[in-house]
Each structure stands twice: as C-alpha cells, then as structure tokens.
C-alpha cells in the first residue's frame, strides 16, 4: 500500500490542496487537513475525478513510491523537492546502484539507462540539472573523467561523498519521542544534516542542524525517504493520571452511579441529602450509625447509589479542578416556592462543563405557594426541558422534609444510571479519588477516598496524591471496619504518611517499595511545581501560542456583566469572531461581581473570565492569582471583542498592561461646594498616587473609571499615601461617590518584551 499527502498529491495535479479535501470529503475520506495522508484507495478515486476534468493530469499524478518503483527519471518540470525525493525514496536501488557504479549503465536497461546515457553525453552538465536522479548517477559516474581538473576534482569528492551516502542503508522506520533536531534526524536516518536541510530548503523551511523539527515534519522527511515513523511512548509511572481510569470492557461489570446534589441556597440540598440517608440508610441498615465521611451508598430496589455529602457546585468544580472527576449524576435542586435563582443556573453550568447528565428535583411541593409547573418554564429557558414537554430532562417533585417523591428520584437515578452504563473492573487494583482528608491528633493523616475502578484492600501499598503509604484500617460510610471496598464505595482509610488534598487521585500497586518510590518522586514534583508558579492555564496573550501549537480549538470563557443586557450583547458578538478553526465556547456567563465559583470554574475549565464593568473581589482575586486563571476586564465591549479576536489572531499588543496598586475604602464623604464630593478613604492594601487611574467599585459593579483629581493627606496635597493611612481623594469629573464604596487604583506599566 502506498500513501502521500493531500497537498502532495494536490500538488502534482496543480490544484488546490482545498479542492483535494472538497473532493475526498464529498467521496466519503475523512481528511483534516492538507497534511492528511490519503492512500491508495482515495489516491484512485481522485484521479478519476481530476482526471475527467483535466485529461494532461495523467502524466503530473504521480505517485511518489510508484515512481521510485518505476525509477521515473524523466519529469523535467518537476520541482526540486520532488525530485530529490525520488532518489532519496528508492533505498534499495541506490543501495544496490552504489557498489556497481561503474556498471550502472549496462545493469540498468529502459528508462535508466536512456537517461544514464544521456547524463553520460552532457558529462554532468546543466540539461539535467533540474532532475536530481539524472544528476547524481552523471556525478557518479563521470566525475573525474569529463569536466576540467578542479572541477573534476570537485565531482570526484562528490561523488566519493555521494557513494559514503549510499552505502549507508536507510533504515524502515525510526522512533521519536516528541521532537527531532535537524541533526538528531539525520544521524536516526543515517544521512547528513545537509540533505535534510535542503529539502527543507525545497518545502521553503530554512533550517539550521539544531532546530527542531515537529512530529508532522518528521513524518513528511521520513515519508521522503521512505521510512516509516512510530512513536515511543515513554510510559511514567508517577504520572498515572495521565492514563485515565481505563476500564477493560472484557471484565467490566456495572457499578453504582456516583451523585452530587447542586442548587441555590436554602433550596433544600442538606435536607434532601439527609432525608435520603435517613429513609435509606438507617432502615436498610439496622443499627447502623451514619458517619460523615463524605460519602454514603444507600439501597434502592436492590441497587447502590452513591451519594458526595458535600452538596454545592463549588465543591463539585474544586475537585474537578484538581482532576477528579467523580461525579456521574447531578441532581438540580430548585425550590417549587422560590423558582430558578443564581446559583441554580451557575450548578447548571458547572455540570454542563463537566458533561455531567442532570435531574432536576422540585423541591418543597408541600409549600401552599409552590409552583413546579413555573420551575419547569423557567429551566425549560436554560434549556433543561421536561419530557412531558418534549424535552429529555427528568424532572422529580418531591418534599426533601416530608420525605414526598425520594423514592421515584432514586428510581430516576438508577434509571439514568441504566441507560449510562456506568462500569468499572472490580478485579483490578484500586484507583479513584479522595473526597476529604484532614489530620486526626490520634489517627495520623485520614481520607475518605472514593475507590472508582478496581478494589481496594486493607495492606494495600498506595500512593495518593503527593502522600504514600498502605492502607492500615479502612471504615465504611456506617462507621464499620471493612477489608475491602468496590467500585463506587466511599471508605475513609488511615495508613498514609501526609494529608492529601481532596481531588487527589489515588493508585493502588502491587507492591509497597514502587508505592513509595512513585509516592517520593510525587511528593517532589509537587514541590517544585509549587516553586516554578509556571502558568498552566490559558491567558490571552499566550492565546495565539496554543492555537497555533495546535493545543486549543475551543477556547472557554466565563462572562460576567453589571447587567444582563451587556452579559447577552458581550456573548453574542464573542460567538460572532470568526477566526479559522478556533471556536469560542461559552461556559457560563452571569451578572454581578466575579466569585470565588467563577473562578474556580474557570480553573476546572481551563477558562478565560471576561468581566465588563464588574470586578472581582479581593478573595476572587486572589484565589484567581493561586489558580492563574486570567481575568480581563473592559468598560467597552468592543474593547473586548476586539481584544478577543486579536488574541486569538495573534495579535495582541502587549506593551503597556494594567497593574493594580492599591485597594481604598470610602469610610464617609464630603460635599464641599465648588469642590465636589471628597471621599474620605482608608488605604486597605498597597497605596494610591496622584496619578493613578481609580475604578470605584460598587456591590461589585464599576461605577466610574478615570483618574485621581485631588489627594490629600489632611489639608497638605500627597503625592502618594500608603496602607493603613487614611486620605481624602477627589475623582475627575464625578461625585457620586458613596460610604462602604471600593477604590481601586492602578497604573499603566510598560510590559518588557519576553
Ligand atoms: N417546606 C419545606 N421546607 C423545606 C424542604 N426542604 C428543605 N426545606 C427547608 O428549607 C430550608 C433550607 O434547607 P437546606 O436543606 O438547609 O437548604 P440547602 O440548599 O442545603 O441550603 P445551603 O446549605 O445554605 O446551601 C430549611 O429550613 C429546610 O427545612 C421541603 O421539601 N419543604
């Protein structure tokens, strides 16, 4: 079987490399891009389809191997990578060329021989320059005998370098790890580096020996010269959330379903959690006591679900930002008397971002002013339609307090756990992730871990997180010792030699001096990532970067608005940037202030925030700053379309970049008659200049931006004043400034090219 590359082929036929994938597309090939390799098969079909409209194509579709095959020689017109290629792409012939140059012209009849004849006659002169194979052989061959003294000096080390060249068999494939430099490649493939550099020279890539060259690069030189690239997978044991929680289907079994409770505040989340325990587990349990560990696994018609103890979105995004992805079920807690709320439409949110299917239960129908037909209209305009609405979202009501409807939304559950096909393999060592750990005086470190494939047994070795050790005695959600815990059980173990943090994932191994080992080598990377605060998440300015490394298609974002009318405008015309092949995906977009849930979600997403005419308040900013998630804020939308799309093009202007100096407090206010407004501020953090830009923030939306008119300290002008001092500040053209409103200041700073 032969292959070349769309542009390759589209290439020889002298038509686009976007027509090419028009065709195969509309023939049924799935082709990416104009690197795409096409086989024989399509490399068929195409010609038949090219070939109708443009009858001299025959002779410009050529195949490169076919060709080699052929030793086609006699192309003229053909570009000097093409040619290069032939030679370079016949190992076998060349090999076998090289020990009988001599000879060559008797042993190779036909075609060859013509050519070689006729190289012959020129003595390696220019007719045949433009055709490499012609050439070499001439070189070969005749060097020393035709041309002048120097000159045949010249051929005859060419020809000596030439044969050096040949004798060198090219080997069937190579293995890569990652990158190659130019020189690295060339001692893989046993040729010189200049070879390679010049045909990267003919593909218009001026290369030097220690660039390096991409996988993609590599495959199309290897692909030139006939040998076959594969790759090394460099298997790290220390990394083994690298390898997600691979089920094995020929002895996976289903497990329970994993469920986290999410909604607004006060809808009924800790009630419902607690009714659903108490109806469950106690009565299926006789005696047991309940112990909070996190988790807890109750009985329904025969069948486990397990529940995390810990109801919320925010809970359920910071384990997620961490990387564990425990959850399979969300349940959308919405009281029928108070409808969908903020914090309802963010837990929507967060559970779409995790792909995550939801159920909603309306909650509190026993209240005389419920309304769940109302909470239906409303989450239908979020897009959760009922099925009776025609929609494919399950919908309970019940009465967390009363205990009305638990049952039906455990069936729902289940119900949905059955379509889903939760599985994992019991038979396996144990793999999953910890929900809470905390140090007990007593015990030493303990953590309820949720084992999610596998089994997990009392002596394992174990390795969770950054911590290590074997699991000494193992507790279940009723407070029982117990030997072993499946897939999808909750147990709180002791036996490791630190605390690990919740979202840590856990692995079990066989033995105990690997656990260690890996549990060392973990404990060390995470002391040095925490040092580096290299920045892992995506910001705008290394935006183009990963969109041109190939990293990004989507890129996520946040938005949040003073009102809903900007959120709405600020969100379709980000949809509306049109940048080729990157699609902007909106995660969750709200009004108010930036939160601690917005960015956590953010991390978990790996998204940028958009804030126009809000501001994050200080816990915001600095959980923000720990989590390097980028925050932009704008006062024009266009500002930030523009600065979006930019971005994302590349173009981003980084030279001068806002640095936030100081946070003032207005503790009261004064109105002085040709004056204005002073407000009478306490430095809270950092300090404040004279000429600093200020935003005075309120309930955390921006009221006014613009700059510092007058800073006093007393009656005496300032020109800065620092933390913990007060002062009386007056604003540019704006008086409107109110006791508990915010200042920030913040000046322009020049960004030092990297
Ligand atoms: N009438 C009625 N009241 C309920 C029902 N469910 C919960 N409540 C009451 O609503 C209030 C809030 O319930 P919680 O369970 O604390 O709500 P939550 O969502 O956990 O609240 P946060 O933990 O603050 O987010 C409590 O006073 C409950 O007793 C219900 O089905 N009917």
Request: hydrophobic share 35%.
């Amino acid at each position: 079987m032969s292959k070349m590359r769309v542009y390759e082929y589209a290439k020889d036929n002298s038509v686009s490399s976007k027509a090419v994938i028009e065709k195969l597309e509309a023939l049924g090939f799935n082709v990416k891009s104009h690197m795409s390799v096409i086989e024989d098969n399509a490399i068929h079909q195409l010609n038949k389809q090219f070939l109708k409209k443009k009858p001299s194509a025959e002779v410009q579709t050529v195949h490169p191997k076919k060709k080699n095959a052929e030793g086609t020689v006699t192309q003229p017109t053909k570009t000097k990578e093409k040619q290069t290629s032939h030679v370079a792409a016949a190992p076998e012939k060349r090999q076998h060329q090289a020990g009988k140059f001599s000879s060559s012209s008797q042993k190779h009849g036909g075609e060859n021989q013509g050519n070689n004849n006729r190289g012959n006659r020129t003595g390696g002169g220019s007719r045949f320059n433009e055709n490499g194979s012609a050439n070499r052989r001439n070189n070969s061959g005749n060097g020393g005998r035709r041309g002048g003294r120097a000159n045949g000096r010249r051929r005859g080390q060419v020809s000596a370098v030439n044969r050096q060249k040949m004798e060198i068999k090219l080997p069937d494939k190579i293995m890569i790890s990652g990158s190659l430099t130019v020189g690295q490649f060339a001692e893989k493939i046993g040729r010189p580096s200049t070879d390679i550099i010049k045909k990267l020279m003919a593909l218009g890539v001026m290369a030097t020996k220690n660039q390096d060259l991409d996988k993609d690069t590599i495959e199309l030189l290897a692909g030139d010269y006939g040998v076959a690239v594969e790759e090394e997978v460099i298997v790290d044991e220390a990394d083994f959330e690298a390898d997600g929680l691979e089920i094995d289907e020929k002895t996976a079994v289903i497990r329970p379903p994993v469920v986290t409770i999410m909604g607004h505040v006060d809808h009924g989340k800790t009630t419902l959690l607690d009714s659903i325990r108490h109806t469950k587990v106690t009565a299926g349990e006789a005696g047991g006591i309940t112990q909070h560990i996190g988790a807890y696994q109750v009985v329904h018609e025969g069948k486990r679900i397990t529940f995390l103890d810990t109801p919320g979105h925010a809970a359920f995004t910071t384990m997620r930002a961490r990387g564990a992805e425990i959850t399979d079920i969300t349940v959308l807690v919405v009281a029928a008397d108070d409808g969908v709320m903020p914090q309802t439409i963010e837990a929507i949110h967060h559970a779409r971002a995790a792909k995550v299917p939801i159920i909603v239960a309306v909650n509190k129908i026993d209240k005389p002013n419920a309304n769940p037909d109302h909470v239906m209209q409303e989450l239908s305009e979020q897009g959760l339609v009922p099925e009776d609405w025609g929609g494919d979202t399950i919908f309970v009501k019940i009465s967390a307090k009363q205990g009305i409807g638990i049952d039906d939304l455990l069936e729902m559950i289940l119900l949905v756990a059955e379509v889903e096909e939760f599985k994992a393999n019991p038979d396996k060592l144990a793999r999953g992730a910890v929900i809470e750990a905390q140090l007990d005086k007593g015990k030493g470190p303990i953590a309820t871990l949720l084992v999610q494939n596998g089994t997990l047994n009392v002596g394992d070795p174990i390795v969770v997180g950054s911590t290590f050790g074997r699991v000494r005695a193992m507790v279940n959600d009723l407070g029982r010792r117990v030997k072993k815990a499946g897939p999808s059980t909750p147990v709180e173990i002791t036996g490791l030699n630190n605390v690990p943090l919740a979202g840590d994932q856990f692995i079990v191994f066989a033995d105990e001096k690997k656990a260690r080992q890996i549990g060392e080598i973990r404990a060390e990377r995470a002391l040095i990532t925490e040092r580096k605060e290299t920045t892992t998440k995506v910001s705008l300015d290394d935006l183009f970067e990963k969109i041109k490394e190939g990293e990004m298609k989507e890129i996520n974002v946040v938005i949040k608005a003073d009102v809903q009318g900007s959120v709405e405008a600020l969100s379709g015309s980000l949809r509306k940037i049109d940048v080729d092949g990157v699609k902007i995906n909106i995660i969750h977009e709200g009004v108010g202030g930036i939160s601690e849930s917005d960015i956590i979600l953010a991390s978990a997403s790996n998204a940028i925030i958009i804030g126009f005419n809000v501001r994050p308040d200080n816990h915001a900013k600095s959980i923000a700053e720990q989590e390097k998630v980028d925050i932009r804020l704008y006062r024009v939308i266009y500002d930030a379309i523009d600065e979006m799309e930019a971005a994302m093009k590349g173009m981003l202007d980084p030279e001068f970049k806002e640095v936030v100096i100081g946070q003032l407090d207005v503790r009261t206010t004064f109105k002085v008659s040709k004056i204005g407004t002073i407000a009478g501020c306490y430095v809270t953090d950092g300090r404040i200049s004279r000429d600093a830009g200020i935003r005075l923030v309120r309930n955390g939306v921006v009221v006014y931006e613009g700059h510092v008119d007058t800073l006093k300290r007393f009656k005496d002008d300032a020109k800065e004043v620092k933390q913990g001092f007060e002062c009386g500040v007056t604003l540019e053209n704006f008086n409107d400034i109110k006791e508990g409103d915010t200042m920030e200041a913040y000046v322009m700073e020049e960004v030092k090219p990297k």
